[in-house]
């Protein structure tokens, strides 16, 4: 935590740097003002979590420079401290929103109790503003999932004030669902923690899981990309399954929104590109074998896809056409073979050497009787046709693509893809054309409902986000469409 001490006596600021490192060993980094033009240029420089400030001061007061930095510095929680018990101070003080007013000189006994009280307004503040951001990022995504993708690019193309954002993709290979919930719940914790750490004026962060059921990490900047950049990759290396990370900057949110689906469409790259570690999205895309590479990992994805699901003849007619196909055969010579072993190994259990391209797919035929050993009790069909039944009968509560996954013991990608497949729409526009149109059947059986109890019961807990997506789907506002269902005409602008 950033401290910043203003007074011109040194003996203050000494007095005070000694107690607070009395009760915070090493926990801080000062910086000292000894008038009040260092307090405002220090504090607009480093924007300082906690300021104690004199305001007796030379050249400017501390009360006049606290108002100068008051709205460049938003979170900083200003301390006043005066040798003054003068009223008029305290209200002018009040009127600033100084956090509390001190009277020289401080006990460390007093010192102790306002630390803690301003770290404690410090923590909800940036608790507060974090969640208002993560609400946005979440809401952003959300909303893209159900919108024509044209019309993203021309926000984004549009978009003003843009913000640097980074963003991670984990997508972890496990065929055990229990082994896949661990590390997730693991990585996730992980990186609370750390983002508590690095929480300040500027640094945000939205971890969610995208409706495709990989996690998601979005920060508002790359200030500190080093630290997490640091973390993940510890994380990786200590995990004993493959933990992939697809990370890419964005000069804007509707960028990430617009480019988070294509990160998902050729995430499956990573069983022959660099599984277990960091990629670069936009490095990626420059490779000169892209195309050819995106080729045969799809074959190995739908390979195991078919090994899952007990097709045997789709699984024997794939190991043909990688064997038939000349360029994968060049292309196995450029690649690390054995992280294509370990990731057909998290994938399905299988254990395969690798050593070279023929003999993985004689290894992979000969293990095709395998697949029989542990196939799911239903066939896709029933399972899209149960899960579309769920949702007409839960619409209304909490439901994610990994809850569900969970249910019928598969993969929450894997489950993305067979939905999109047997019922030729996505996992999270099913669910909002349930939920939207039940919005639509409650307007018209109580018209004179409150938006927000509708919103909340069809399973929407944001008021701003069940209208972003009424909206999306329907052609106009819920109140709109509540003046409708009245017979009250609208208003035109």
Request: hydrophobic share 40%; glycine share 2%.
């Amino acid at each position: 935590m950033i401290i910043l001490l203003a007074d011109d006596e040194r003996m203050v600021r000494l007095g005070l740097k000694s107690m607070l490192d009395e009760l915070y060993p090493n926990n801080h980094t000062y910086i000292e003002a000894k008038n009040g033009k260092e307090l405002i240029n220090l504090a607009l420089e480093h924007k300082p979590h906690i300021a104690f400030v004199d305001i007796n001061m030379p050249l400017i007061n501390g009360l006049l420079a606290i108002e100068a930095c008051k709205c460049k510095t938003s979170l900083t929680q200003w301390l006043m401290l005066t040798g003054y018990s003068d009223f008029e101070y305290a209200k002018q003080a009040i009127k600033l929103g100084v956090s509390d007013y001190l009277l020289k000189p401080v006990s460390i006994q007093e010192l102790s109790e306002v630390m803690q009280k301003t770290e404690k307004n410090l923590d909800l503040q940036l608790a507060k503003l974090n969640h208002s951001f993560a609400l946005e990022v979440i809401s952003a995504y959300n909303v893209s999932q159900v919108s024509d993708p044209l019309e993203l690019h021309l926000s984004k193309c549009i978009s003003s004030a843009p913000t640097c954002f980074k963003a991670y993709l984990f997508y972890t290979d496990n065929w055990d669902k229990n082994i896949r919930y661990q590390l997730l719940t693991k990585l996730s914790e992980r990186l609370k923690q750390l983002f508590a750490t690095m929480m300040d004026s500027d640094f945000r962060y939205a971890l969610f899981y995208l409706n495709s059921g990989e996690l998601c990490v979005v920060t508002s900047h790359c200030k500190n990309a080093i630290m997490l950049y640091a973390a993940l990759t510890d994380f990786i290396n200590e995990s004993l399954d493959p933990i992939t990370i697809f990370s890419s900057e964005f000069e804007s949110l509707d960028a990430f929104c617009y480019e988070c689906p294509k990160i998902s469409e050729i995430s499956h790259i990573r069983s022959i590109y660099k599984l277990g570690t960091i990629i670069d999205y936009k490095e990626l895309l420059q490779h000169k074998d892209l195309d050819l590479m995106l080729q045969f990992a799809g074959a190995l994805e739908k390979l195991c896809l078919s090994f899952i699901q007990g097709e045997e003849l789709e699984y024997k007619n794939i190991i043909k056409c990688l064997h038939q196909n000349k360029d994968f055969h060049r292309l196995f010579q450029t690649v690390n073979s054995s992280n294509i072993a370990k990731y057909l190994n998290a994938s399905i259990d299988l254990n395969l050497s690798a050593a070279d391209y023929n003999s993985l797919l004689n290894e992979l035929f000969e293990h095709r009787n395998d697949m029989y050993l542990n196939l799911p009790k239903k066939s896709n069909i029933d399972i899209i046709s149960q899960i579309e039944a769920y949702i007409k009968e839960n619409y209304m509560n909490e439901i994610g693509i990994n809850s569900i996954a969970e249910m019928y013991d598969i993969t929450p990608n894997y489950l993305s893809k067979i939905f999109h497949q047997k019922s030729g729409k996505k996992f999270i526009n099913y669910l909002t054309e349930v939920r939207i149109t039940n919005a639509k059947r409650i307007f018209s059986e109580t018209p004179e409902a409150n938006i927000k109890d509708i919103s909340i019961r069809v399973g929407y807990y944001s008021t701003r986000h069940f209208t972003k997506m009424f909206s999306k789907t329907v052609g106009c506002l819920p109140s709109e469409y509540q003046k409708q269902i009245l017979g009250k005409p609208l208003k035109i602008l």
